[in-house]
């Protein structure tokens, strides 16, 4: 009986001893998870914050982005910058002559820097026929604003030589799809040269009716110039890139401008266009144009002197051409299309002595062209053109070359 | 014979101009930076709508036009300040 009392009491103290050591590895055991728990949310709590806050962030840059567009990117110090513009045209032509066909005649887009307040960069790369030439550069200038009155520009340029090739030959703006015939066979519009310009603007003191206020613009430039084969057209003298003859052409335009109304312009350019022999090409210019409400009226007159060889019994090459021309906005007609529309009209003629290098025979071309057409301003700087070209030959086998062109133009 | 043209030209013209001008630095036209703006570039393609640019593009724009279109100083500094602040 004792015995027994002995072991039932061992047993129970070793059962109890048993419990109680499980129960404080147990106790053990909950506090650390307890303790785990509570570490791993308040590292939950910490991540949901830093998501919140990221969310924030990318908010905030997203609207960032938006508000500055490229320049969100692109981002420069507060004076600084750069930025693409440019133009893209596609047109349509069918000629009595020729097979008709869509051509995407330019994609050009411009790439403008600027440093600064007054130090500007820009390039203008040409792909033209859809690529089926060479990219080239048309223009790739330093511009350096040295004050109110002055300002130098280095690097190939387009020359200003009247205002069509410098500033009214890209098609966006060019009122009519073709370009006036002396704009392109005496003026060889598209026309840029390597060299150094200065120009300017002042602002003139004039009391004229209808003139709001007047001012005088200067170009004037020392450039490589046209060279190339003597008595050679024009138009062939043009993409030097460096001198061969050690003669650096030189030129200038004045302008005086009564705005709102009337511009007015003369050019000169003169050097010697060839390797060796000699030759100078003197060209002289005037332009003008009259803005009266929705009418522009805008003319150029050229003329050239190229000298040939002495030998041959020749005498100087002699080109001359102008052109007029018209346009109308129809802004005042209050119905949807019309108020959208320009219609253009215009007359260019030349008479281009001309040069047989292998025969040495002097010639004349002549031509004249009626050109009418109409723009539609889709957007601003987005519009269809539509024209019609008469164009004549006055001597030799006075072939007619009739077309019609079709153009989409979008200035960007 | 061209150059001696041309230089009676210049001097003849120069001697008509002259009398009629004054070059005048300082002058203050009265006219807002939208008037100047329509007058300028409105003579070669219609004017772009001051919203599609940022105030950064517009200055390196303008700097451009100042260049090709032999704008004043005054000129292109009324339109950038239209601009900047239309946009």
Not at chain 1, 6 to 35: N, T, W, Y
Request: hydrophobic share 40%; net charge negative.
């Amino acid at each position: 009986m004792r015995r027994g009392f002995i072991i039932c009491s061992l047993m129970l103290l070793v059962s109890f001893s048993i419990r109680a050591a499980f129960a404080d590895g147990v106790d053990d055991k909950l506090k650390s998870l307890e303790q785990q728990m509570k570490a791993l949310q308040a590292q939950i709590n910490e991540l949901k914050a830093q998501r919140e806050a990221d969310k924030q962030e990318i908010t905030s840059l997203k609207a960032e982005a938006e508000e500055k567009g490229l320049e969100g990117i692109l981002e420069m110090p507060e004076n600084s910058g750069v930025m693409i513009t440019g133009y893209i045209d596609l047109e349509y032509k069918d000629a009595q002559n020729a097979v008709s066909s869509f051509d995407n005649i330019h994609f050009e887009p411009i790439f403008l820097g600027m440093v600064g307040d007054n130090l500007l960069t820009e390039v203008a790369l040409e792909w033209e026929h859809g690529g089926e030439e060479k990219a080239e550069v048309e223009y790739a200038q330093i511009d350096y604003l040295f004050n109110d009155y002055i300002t130098f520009v280095g690097g190939r340029f387009l020359v200003p030589f009247g205002v069509y090739n410098e500033r009214l030959h890209p098609t966006w703006i060019a009122k009519l799809p073709t370009r006036p015939l002396p704009e392109n066979d005496i003026v060889p519009v598209g026309w840029s040269e390597v060299g150094v310009q200065l120009r300017g603007a002042v602002p003139l003191r004039i009391n004229l009716p209808f003139t709001e206020y007047a001012k005088l613009d200067y170009t004037t430039y020392v450039i490589n110039g046209l060279e190339g084969t003597e008595g050679a057209g024009i138009r062939d003298l043009r993409g030097n890139t460096r001198d061969n003859n050690q003669n650096k052409a030189v030129g200038g335009r004045v302008g005086l401008t009564f705005l709102p109304h009337l511009d007015l312009g003369f050019s000169w350019y003169k050097g010697d266009y060839t390797t060796t022999n000699n030759r100078d090409l003197t060209m002289l210019g005037l332009d003008s144009a009259f803005y009266w409400d929705n009418l522009t009226i805008r003319g150029e007159y050229v003329t050239a002197d190229q000298e040939v060889g002495a030998l041959s019994g020749l005498t100087d090459l002699k080109k001359e051409g102008f052109y007029v021309e018209g346009a109308y906005f129809l802004s005042a007609i209050p119905l949807p299309f019309m108020n959208k529309t320009e219609l253009v009209a215009q007359y260019s003629e030349e008479n281009l002595d001309t040069f047989s290098t292998s025969t040495q025979l002097l010639d004349s071309s002549d031509k004249h062209r009626w050109a009418l057409g109409l723009n539609y301003y889709i957007k601003d700087a987005f519009r269809f053109q539509m024209a019609y070209n008469f164009n004549a030959e006055d001597k030799g086998t006075k072939t007619k070359d009739n077309e019609v062109i079709a153009r989409l133009a979008l200035g960007f | 014979m061209i150059k001696k043209k041309l230089i009676r030209l210049m001097a003849v013209g120069i001697m008509l101009i002259a009398p009629i001008f004054v070059f005048s630095p300082d002058i203050v036209w009265g006219l807002s930076g939208s008037k100047v703006f329509e007058q300028n570039c409105g003579k070669c393609h219609l004017p772009r709508q001051p919203q599609e640019r940022s105030d950064k593009q517009w200055k390196m724009i303008m700097a451009h036009m100042r260049v090709r279109a032999n704008l004043t100083a005054e000129e292109s500094k009324a339109v950038l300040e239209y601009l900047q602040s239309s946009n």
